[in-house]
């Protein structure tokens, strides 16, 4: 378990992490709503969504890693918001934490270095969804200057019941080009 003091590195995310970030992103699948998967992956059929996010571009992936040991503590993602051509300057964020290594600072970490990463990016806009209740996730965000924009009410169920999902957006500061 990482300690409150330990060094934390963050950086792209590489093919060898998959295994460990599988493993983080299960035990909220297994574990928790806070995503709407209900069945758990494999490291091959998660292969598609780490290779969606290359070392540069709007849709990242970053990593914190313990200093010492190099043990990944949590990542960060931007990914597209939606498919259609015309909401290319606007992605959707999430942080995974693993689970031993929560509220020890790592999620501002990784956010902080994303949207350092982000800001070169023809990009206009940030989402976030996060499955309700989740002060922790509500704080983080509201922190990086994300306003909550509305919610879903029993959008998704799991666990045997329904839950709402609020929606914050953040904007990244790409002003639309002059036409003239």
């Known amino acids: 378990m990482p300690s409150a003091h330990e060094e934390v590195q963050v950086r792209p995310g590489v093919e060898g992490d998959l295994d460990v970030l599988t493993e983080i992103y299960n ?3 297994r574990e928790t709503a806070i995503t709407f998967d209900t069945a758990v992956f494999t490291a091959e059929e998660r292969r598609p969504w780490l290779l969606s996010h290359p070392v540069d571009g709007p ?3 970053m990593v914190a890693t313990a200093a010492g040991s190099q043990r990944i503590l949590g990542y960060a993602t931007s990914s597209p918001y939606r498919a259609k051509p015309a909401y290319s300057t606007s992605v959707e964020t999430t942080v995974y934490v693993a689970p031993d290594a929560g ?3 790592i999620g501002t970490l990784l956010y902080g270095a994303l949207f350092e990463a982000l800001a070169g990016e023809d990009l206009h806009r940030a989402y976030a969804g996060i ?3 989740n002060e922790a996730s509500r704080r983080l965000h509201a922190r990086f200057g994300f306003r909550h924009v509305g919610t879903y009410r029993e959008v998704g169920r799991k666990f045997g019941r329904y839950w709402d999902v609020a929606w914050y957006e953040k904007g990244l500061g790409q002003a639309l080009p002059d036409s003239a």
């Open 103 to 105: 509220r020890r600072g």
């Open 27 to 29: 035990h909220y699948v």
């Open 59 to 61: 849709y990242r992936l």
């Open 131 to 133: 499955a309700q209740p």
